[in-house]
């Protein structure tokens, strides 16, 4: 029983004097990339629910959000329509 309490006295001695080897994780924050970025603004609309399930998972599928997904569609869709003329 002594012993244990021996060890037990070293133990709470040795952390006392050691500091922690555990390393410290750095936090860099993303910086957006705001020369490349368009101004953006909100738009609400309403979908079958079957196109939103669709949507959902071709987004799970290619890594894309839902965002992303109306941005290339509405794209895709404006550019066989309606070609911009180019400068």
């Keep these: 029983m002594e ?32 020369l490349n970025k368009e101004e953006e603004v909100q738009l609400n609309t309403w979908i079958p629910k079957g196109l939103l399930k669709r949507m959902k998972s071709y987004g799970i599928d290619e890594d894309l959000s839902l965002k992303d997904i109306n941005i290339l569609a509405l794209n895709f869709f404006l550019d066989a329509k309606a070609p911009q003329a180019k400068s």
């Design 3 to 34: 012993d244990y309490k021996n060890k037990l006295g070293s133990l709470a001695d040795k952390l006392k004097k050691d500091p922690p080897q555990t390393p410290i994780q750095e936090v860099h924050p993303v910086k957006p990339d705001a």
